[in-house]
């Protein structure tokens, strides 16, 4: 459904561990980070150089097309120039937008995932903002954003005890 909507996404395996821990965010819609890992499936290097990106993520059993599984599909929030089908991808959900619902009209559910887009943007500009002069790039391996958040607020708090007073 995501691509002929004009969102695609990277529809995750869940084992039955990972369902059982969604239980209790059932049929929301997430935001947070995602990275394409580098791999030998077409398109995943290529993607993965993209580093971590902005991505919403609906999680659950998809009301407006009646979906009876549990389904997690992730679309980030960035064009990509090739497809990527098989490639490992991790994500990071960092909150909630909103409860997944059905739609009279595909075009009313089409303007909705562009809100969930722009409130994730926003949302995840916000928790970056203070490291703004900071790309994405000082990621170092297997480092999420948070993880350079908390590593860059350690490193600021040793700066400040290194200050010598007069």
Partial sequence: GGTMLGFPTANIELDAATTDRLVGINNAVCYG???VEDGEVAGASKAAAHGVLPMVMSVGHNPHFKDRA???EAHFI???DADFYGATIRVVSCGIVRQMGAFTTLDALIQEINQDCAIATEKLN???APWKPVSYTHLRAHETPEHLVCRLLLEKKKKKKQVHKP
């Fill in 33 to 35: 980070w995602a990275v």
């Fill in 70 to 72: 549990l389904t997690v």
């Fill in 78 to 80: 960035h064009k990509f």
């Fill in 126 to 128: 916000t928790v970056m």
